[in-house]
């Protein structure tokens, strides 16, 4: 027999052939029970005595949580059970046992703290919960990748290793390859600006790694980035392209994750969006009594905006250049103006983006990249690939499971990376 799935056993009154991994047994004596599960749901298999063979029904309550199994038997109706029906087994056939007890409880109702479930990640991905997550942060990927590649965008992979840094900052991991020094990408930037001004738009999701020391809940060492670069493109062409893409992936997780969101007891809508300068950010807030410095916004501040603007993702542009890295156009093409083309995107109480209008002039970006404190030489074939047909182009990175974490309102990013990488953790 082949093998069905849960989902298509409740279609069928044929006999079955079901796999996969005991989640709970209960013994009422006469009657025994064991909830099986697969990728797609749960079954009851129900034995009583007397009537199931003796040796499948001394199995219904002999099998440690997590074992995996075989079942061969036949659906029934049966009011009490999940979807109305239960199965009638055959045979159960044990593939391979669980230790019993588990390192941890994975259970519907289990309470074992986050560090403890990340040292067991690999048992903490079979309960409910975390698979949740992780189904409703493949269809993020996969809706982010299939909106803009059905715009004719062109999936690219950038490499993740580079000779200099990509962002400006000193926060990079050192790795010796070969006889050269490379560091770990901190962003796929310089690289995708060289496609777009090639092949106009290109999207990718890459991991990025960050050296930066900090134990926060928003933060990870190493993440992956959802980016894409335009060419012939301005910020607010970016900013009206992140908007399309966020509303996309949000009704596709409303039609497509149901069972996913009720299982996390979250309702989601899809946001609306609002336009601000950073000035008119600064003021909005100073007059609901929140202070922000002069290039920047407090997470205080990005809680405030969530309050103010409830279920919004709010785009706040004109940011001032001293806020931005080195590669992001300045204001009127000036390389001392005091505003940039660049902007962030705040969803739900926290930034999910930074983006826009990149330069594509070599001697503006060498002069920025001298204003920056950071030696040309450094990023000669960078600023030697707009010397070859350059146009005006922007873009923006959203890191998939900063935005998951902010999607779901979850307390901890960490939950929302399947192995997640920090300061004090490089296993499992």
């Known amino acids: 027999m082949e093998r069905t799935l849960i989902k298509d056993a409740f279609k069928t009154q044929d006999k079955v052939l079901l796999k996969g991994w005991v989640h709970?047994?209960?013994?009422?004596?006469?009657?025994?029970?064991?909830?099986?599960?697969?990728?797609?749901?749960?079954?009851?298999?129900?034995?009583?005595?007397?009537?199931?063979?003796?040796?499948?029904?001394?199995?219904l309550d002999n099998i440690s949580r997590?074992?995996?199994?075989?079942?061969?038997?036949?659906?029934?109706?049966?009011?009490?059970a999940p979807n109305g029906k239960e199965l009638i087994p055959e045979s159960i056939t044990i593939i391979h046992e669980a230790q019993n007890p588990l390192p941890i409880d994975v259970s519907d109702y289990s309470k074992t703290e986050l560090p403890l479930r990340l040292d067991n990640r690999f048992l903490d991905l079979h309960s409910s919960r975390t698979q949740a997550i992780f189904k409703i942060q493949s269809t993020i990927g996969s809706e982010f990748i299939k909106y803009f590649t059905q715009k004719g965008f062109t999936y690219a992979h950038p490499p993740s290793m580079i000779a200099?840094?990509?962002?400006?900052?000193?926060?990079?991991?050192?790795?010796?390859?070969?006889?050269?020094?490379?560091?770990?990408?901190?962003?796929?930037?310089?690289?995708?600006?060289?496609?777009?001004?090639?092949?106009?738009?290109?999207?990718?999701?890459?991991?990025?790694?960050?050296?930066?020391?900090?134990n926060t809940i928003r933060h990870l060492n190493e993440?992956?980035?959802?980016?894409?670069?335009?060419?012939?493109?301005?910020?607010?062409?970016?900013?009206?392209?992140?908007?399309?893409?966020?509303?996309?992936?949000?009704?596709?997780?409303?039609?497509?994750?149901?069972?996913?969101?009720?299982?996390?007891?979250?309702?989601?809508?899809?946001?609306?969006?609002?336009?601000?300068?950073?000035?008119?950010?600064?003021?909005?807030?100073?007059?609901?009594?929140?202070?922000?410095?002069?290039?920047?916004l407090t997470g205080e501040a990005e809680k405030k905006l969530e309050e103010i603007f409830p279920n919004t993702l709010t785009f706040v542009y004109d940011w001032p250049m001293k806020g931005k890295p080195f590669y992001i156009m300045p204001k009127g093409e000036d390389p001392n103006a005091k505003l940039s083309?660049?902007?962030?995107?705040?969803?739900?109480?926290?930034?999910?983006?930074?983006?826009?209008?990149?330069?594509?002039?070599?001697?503006?970006?060498?002069?920025r990249i001298e204003l920056k404190g950071m030696d040309p030489k450094n990023f000669k074939d960078y600023i030697d690939s707009f010397r070859c047909g350059a146009p005006p182009h922007a873009g923006w990175s959203i890191g998939i499971e900063r935005f998951t974490l902010v999607l779901l309102e979850l307390s901890n990013i960490r939950e929302a990376c399947m192995f997640p990488r920090d300061r004090d953790r490089i296993t499992p």
């Open 164 to 214: 200099a840094s990509s962002e400006g900052g000193t926060e990079l991991f050192k790795a010796k390859y070969f006889e050269h020094e490379v560091f770990m990408a901190q962003s796929p930037q310089l690289y995708k600006q060289m496609i777009a001004c090639s092949m106009e738009n290109m999207v990718t999701i890459t991991p990025v790694w960050r050296a930066e020391k900090h």
């Open 223 to 296: 993440c992956r980035q959802m980016d894409i670069e335009m060419a012939f493109a301005t910020a607010s062409d970016a900013m009206k392209e992140m908007e399309g893409a966020v509303q996309h992936i949000i009704k596709q997780i409303i039609e497509k994750n149901s069972e996913e969101l009720e299982v996390l007891k979250l309702k989601l809508e899809i946001p609306k969006v609002k336009y601000m300068t950073f000035a008119e950010t600064k003021e909005v807030l100073e007059k609901n009594g929140v202070k922000i410095g002069d290039d920047d």
């Open 341 to 367: 083309e660049g902007f962030d995107a705040i969803y739900k109480g926290m930034e999910i983006s930074s983006g826009g209008q990149r330069i594509h002039i070599p001697e503006l970006l060498q002069k």
């Open 24 to 59: 709970e047994t209960r013994d009422l004596k006469k009657v025994r029970f064991l909830i099986l599960k697969d990728k797609t749901g749960r079954i009851q298999v129900t034995g009583i005595e007397g009537k199931t063979d003796e040796k499948t029904f001394n199995l």
């Open 66 to 80: 997590e074992s995996v199994v075989e079942v061969i038997g036949t659906l029934k109706e049966c009011k009490q």
